[in-house]
């Protein structure tokens, strides 16, 4: 199981970004994978094709409206391990005994 932060967005556009953002996002609902959006990327978690096949499906949406389009990926793979997408968070509040903003 692949968990993985990824954001994209286009160079040379003006500096208001959630329109593209929320291009991506159409794209991942549809994926039906489970994903969190967070203020700088998205999380998606899903096995490796799966993923990727996401983050290139945003990456030739977002090419449609840019000549170039800057990204970072951050990619945990685990084998046999699953929903790590709220567990990580979860493992974490119960260290410092709180429900943590996120």
């Known amino acids: 199981m692949v968990l993985l932060e990824f954001s994209l967005f286009p160079v040379g556009k003006d500096e208001h ?6 291009r ?6 549809k994926s039906g994978l489970p994903y969190q959006l967070t203020a700088m990327g998205t999380m998606i ?10 983050v290139k499906k945003c990456y030739l949406r977002m090419q449609e409206d840019t000549n170039r389009v800057y990204g970072a990926i951050k990619i945990d ?3 046999g391990v699953a929903g790590q997408l709220k567990a ?3 493992s974490v509040e ?8 996120t």
């Open 17 to 22: 970004l959630s329109p593209y953002v929320a």
């Open 24 to 29: 991506s996002l159409e794209i991942i609902e």
């Open 45 to 54: 978690e899903g096995e490796w094709d799966q993923v990727m096949d996401v």
């Open 77 to 79: 793979a685990r084998k």
């Open 88 to 90: 990580k968070v979860s």
């Open 94 to 101: 119960q260290k410092v005994g709180h429900k943590l903003h």
